[in-house]
């Protein structure tokens, strides 16, 4: 059977998972988590949670899967190694140089990779099998089809897998949602998103113009407000076929929610998964409604399993459960009447919400009552009949709960067995696990005068073990029987038992002092805080264009490489024309490079499709975004120089030396600033002299940020979706441009766009090799002017001047004028937002 791995994001969420017969928890301490906003482990408490899951025979993940910022890859050494130390049975990684550095550093420490990885192919399980991750968790847009179709064992190393089977559903991709972070500097790479995917948006639609700007914008009459919301994931009724397939671990979403949702969530999977192993199981009404009491948006199945609603546009908060409709209402009393749809009835103190066209009405029920057939509620202010009525807090939900934490007392059984050398007690205690302990009295019993203690009153203390997590089973005793013992002596001598048993049970997970003893000189040799300068360079312009035109144009203009992304059908009677398509962009490149980017995401179709035409092409490179695409690429074309785009999370120097190769350049991530950027690049160039070399570098200085990319489709919704050229989702003040792909996928862009032209002489000192300006659904106009504009701006800072920065600043207000939705300079000033406030 899999494993049942539950969300423990406080201590009181882990005695619940623990409670409620979870095999294993995921939890974090207060830094380096992707769940900042949770309660989350100090680190003395971290220790003890780790102790506590551990002897209850639950397995503890620690997550560390944020990306990493250069200043802090010294902390996140020493924290992996306490980790170790702490006996945490894996840790989660996102940050593959935080990853590379746990497999040199500490060995013996397991890892998993996060789905912040955004692993969703069989190539990317390959890949991180072989920078030894012993689990993947998959994207949560991969079906159990596809996941079928994995190996278990890879370079033969077994690789588990494991998917999300309950609870919240990002919009996007995880890993590739940059949306919080471009709104208000949250980045949910740093645990910090802010959920604007449960906004409230209406979809645009319009012209563009000469620059690929929109015009004449309307919006599409959609009923929806909150476009981007997602129904919330139970695959409760089909978990037969999860556990059938290959999945080895089957995770819960929630670190942010309630013990009580912890609670029952993890105790109806822990019986349904129990009853699959024992053939008894069939799905319970009863429980499926449990699970959308303790809270929901609409379920669906997911991607998983192949839904097609995975979308909930209507309301993005808690829907509880539908349990009637508004009768009639009586005014005069402020009461409504409300048709029941079936035996749930509310009882007071349970919360409710009545639902109308126009009206949204939240109450807390107080003494409701049955009369003529109907339940009777006073409301504070009038409902509409016909009004749904939603039951949102269940007080009967909440004993439940209470029943499952409560339930946890003793768990573990030890034996006992009593002997005496001479007047000197002596307790061994043997657990399950084979493990045994043995303490002697500090004292010597003395000759009762009057009445001896007897052995009915020793066990009966011996037994008394409350306040730790053993229960004795067993006790075999040879006892004199003629010794007076005092009882505070005994209680003394049991406590030492159990604190022993409670080591020895710890010790098991934890490792060997000498390991980790080599794992602090390691550290100590790696020197891993030590500053390095920026050697400053003049970078090289390149260019990204997704239409033949724009890469004349920017070819015309001057770059000196092109990164082209055509949109290309996925299909065999495709390639002949994709082939046509790249042999014209190469003879348009003239003296510039072609660079072929390959989509963001790749699924296995792409593969097939797109190999066979490496041997055959004539580019000068192969750009991707994700790790499994690597291996297909060198498959096909062993010589092909590979390029990675932004979506690599690229965010320090480890990151830089562990894709050296097989990475000629790198794009180095948008969300980190202009100190962090110099400081990683100066560290990446450091430790290259030492090496073999490393990639060169580059970073996005013009263009609208790809802040999502997500399998569903928005323009579909509207009922012509074919006739506008601009697509856009307006919040309450801004436009963020969108994208539909060959795929169906959708693309969402930055509402504002970045722009670093005045900010060259500072990227200069930095040392990047390349700057790049994205042109992608923008026109051959605005990539040739553009392209100029930065030529430039290059030319500019290369010849200095004391007119330099005047000149700078003209050229970018040429760009601003050109610009969708104004400019912005990112994060390259300030950085991202780190403190909850």
């Known amino acids: 059977m899999p494993e049942l791995l539950a969300p423990a994001g406080s201590p009181e969420a882990l005695r619940a998972a623990v409670a409620a017969r979870a095999d294993a928890v995921y939890l974090s301490g207060k830094r380096f988590g992707a769940r900042k906003f949770a309660a989350n482990f100090e680190e003395p408490q971290l220790r003890d949670a780790i102790d506590y899951a551990h002897l209850h025979g639950v397995k503890a993940y620690v997550t560390v899967n944020t990306l990493i910022r250069e200043d802090e890859i010294a902390d996140v050494a020493a924290y992996l190694i306490q980790l170790y130390e702490m006996g945490a049975d894996a840790v989660l990684v996102q940050d593959v140089g935080i990853a590379a550095l746990a497999r040199r550093l500490v060995p013996g420490l397991h890892l998993h990779a996060s789905t912040q990885m955004t692993i969703h192919n069989q190539e990317g399980v390959d890949w991180a099998a072989r920078l030894g991750f012993e689990r993947v968790v998959l994207a949560r847009e991969v079906s159990l089809e596809e996941i079928r179709g994995m190996k278990r064992e890879t370079g033969g190393q077994q690789v588990g897998l494991e998917v999300f089977v309950h609870g919240a559903l990002c919009y996007s991709y995880s890993g590739q949602c940059l949306l919080s972070s471009a709104i208000g500097g949250r980045s949910g790479n740093r645990g910090m998103c802010a959920q604007p995917c449960r906004k409230p948006y209406v979809l645009l639609r319009g012209q563009k113009d000469e620059y690929g700007r929109p015009t004449s914008l309307a919006a599409a009459p959609l009923k929806e407000k909150f476009l981007i919301s997602t129904r919330d994931l139970s695959v409760y009724r089909h978990l037969d076929k999860i556990v059938r397939s290959p999945v080895q671990s089957l995770k819960i979403e929630g670190r942010m929610k309630s013990a009580e949702y912890v609670a029952i969530v993890t105790s109806i999977y822990r019986k349904a998964l129990d009853e699959i192993a024992s053939g008894s199981w069939s799905p319970s009404l009863d429980d499926e409604r449990d699970l959308a009491l303790a809270f929901n948006r609409d379920f669906t199945e997911g991607y998983l399993l192949g839904a097609k609603d995975i979308m909930g546009r209507k309301m993005s908060d808690n829907r509880g459960v539908l349990i009637g409709s508004v009768a009639s209402f009586d005014p005069q009393r402020s009461e409504a009447a409300v048709r029941l749809s079936g035996p749930l009835a509310p009882e007071p103190g349970d919360g409710l919400v009545f639902i109308a066209p126009g009206q949204e009405l939240g109450l807390v029920a107080q003494r409701p009552f049955q009369k003529d057939g109907l339940l009777r509620l006073r409301t504070p202010e009038r409902v509409r009949p016909g009004a749904k009525v939603y039951l949102t807090g269940s007080i009967a939900l909440g004993r439940k709960t209470h029943k499952i934490i409560s339930s946890l007392k003793k768990e573990i059984p030890i034996d006992l067995s009593v002997s005496w050398e001479g007047a000197v007690p002596s307790i061994e205690g043997f657990l399950e696990n084979g493990v045994c302990v043995k303490v002697s009295a500090g004292f010597k019993a003395e000759k009762a005068e009057k009445q001896p203690t007897t052995a009915l009153q020793i066990e009966s203390q011996l037994r008394r073990t409350g306040g730790t997590p053993f229960v004795v089973r067993a006790v075999d005793m040879s006892y004199p029987g003629d010794l007076f013992i005092p009882i505070g002596a005994l209680n003394q001598l049991r406590r030492d038992l159990m604190a022993k048993a409670k080591d020895a049970l710890?010790?098991?997970?934890?490792?060997?002092?000498?390991?980790?003893?080599?794992?602090?000189?390691?550290?100590?040799?790696?020197?891993?805080?030590?500053?390095?300068?920026?050697?400053?360079?003049?970078?090289?312009?390149?260019?990204?264009?997704?239409?033949?035109?724009?890469?004349?144009?920017?070819?015309?203009?001057?770059?000196?490489?092109?990164?082209?992304?055509?949109?290309?059908?996925?299909?065999?009677?495709?390639?002949?024309?994709?082939?046509?398509?790249?042999?014209?962009?190469?003879?348009?490149?003239?003296?510039?490079?072609?660079?072929?980017?390959?989509?963001?995401?790749?699924?296995?179709?792409?593969?097939?499709?797109?190999?066979?035409?490496?041997?055959?092409?004539?580019?000068?490179?192969?750009?991707?975004?994700?790790?499994?695409?690597?291996?297909?690429?060198?498959?096909?074309?062993?010589?092909?120089?590979?390029?990675?785009?932004?979506?690599?999370?690229?965010?320090?120097?480890?990151?830089?030396?562990?894709?050296?190769?097989?990475?000629?350049?790198?794009?180095?991530?948008?969300?980190?600033?202009?100190?962090?950027?110099?400081?990683?690049?100066?560290?990446?160039?450091?430790?290259?002299?030492?090496?073999?070399?490393?990639?060169?570098?580059?970073?996005?200085?013009?263009?609208?940020?790809?802040?999502?990319?997500?399998?569903?489709?928005?323009?579909?919704?509207?009922?012509?979706?074919?006739?506008?050229?601009?697509?856009?989702?307006?919040?309450?003040?801004?436009?963020?441009?969108?994208?539909?792909?060959?795929?169906?996928?959708?693309?969402?862009?930055?509402?504002?766009?970045?722009?670093?032209?005045?900010?060259?002489?500072?990227?200069?000192?930095?040392?990047?090799?390349?700057?790049?300006?994205?042109?992608?659904?923008?026109?051959?106009?605005?990539?040739?002017?553009?392209?100029?504009?930065?030529?430039?701006?290059?030319?500019?800072v290369k010849r200095g001047g004391s007119e330099m920065d005047r000149d700078l600043w003209a050229l970018k207000e040429e760009a601003r004028a050109r610009s969708l939705g104004g400019i912005t300079t990112g994060h390259f000033l300030k950085g991202l937002k780190e403190e909850i406030s």
């Not at 790696?526 to 239409?547: F, H, T």
């Not at 350049?665 to 110099?678: D, M, R, V």
């Open 506 to 796: 710890i010790q098991i997970h934890s490792p060997d002092l000498e390991a980790v003893a080599k794992a602090r000189e390691k550290l100590q040799c790696m020197n891993l805080s030590a500053a390095a300068s920026p050697e400053s360079r003049i970078p090289d312009l390149a260019v990204y264009a997704d239409i033949l035109d724009a890469v004349r144009d920017a070819a015309e203009g001057g770059c000196k490489r092109i990164y082209f992304e055509p949109a290309l059908k996925e299909q065999k009677d495709g390639i002949g024309k994709a082939m046509d398509l790249l042999h014209a962009a190469k003879e348009a490149c003239g003296d510039a490079e072609l660079i072929w980017k390959w989509p963001r995401i790749t699924k296995w179709s792409f593969f097939e499709f797109a190999k066979p035409m490496l041997s055959e092409i004539e580019v000068d490179g192969i750009m991707v975004e994700d790790m499994g695409s690597v291996k297909p690429v060198l498959e096909a074309k062993t010589d092909a120089v590979l390029y990675g785009a932004a979506g690599l999370n690229v965010w320090n120097h480890l990151a830089i030396e562990q894709l050296s190769p097989p990475f000629h350049y790198l794009t180095l991530s948008p969300e980190l600033s202009g100190e962090q950027l110099a400081l990683t690049v100066a560290k990446a160039r450091n430790k290259a002299s030492e090496h073999s070399g490393s990639s060169k570098l580059e970073l996005v200085v013009q263009g609208n940020l790809e802040v999502m990319i997500t399998e569903d489709c928005i323009p579909c919704l509207a009922k012509d979706e074919t006739s506008g050229d601009f697509w856009g989702l307006q919040d309450f003040r801004r436009i963020f441009p969108l994208r539909r792909d060959e795929n169906n996928r959708t693309h969402i862009f930055n509402s504002a766009e970045t722009c670093l032209l005045d900010y060259l002489p500072q990227i200069v000192q930095i040392g990047l090799d390349g700057v790049a300006v994205d042109a992608r659904g923008r026109t051959a106009k605005y990539a040739r002017e553009m392209t100029e504009i930065y030529l430039k701006a290059i030319d500019l």
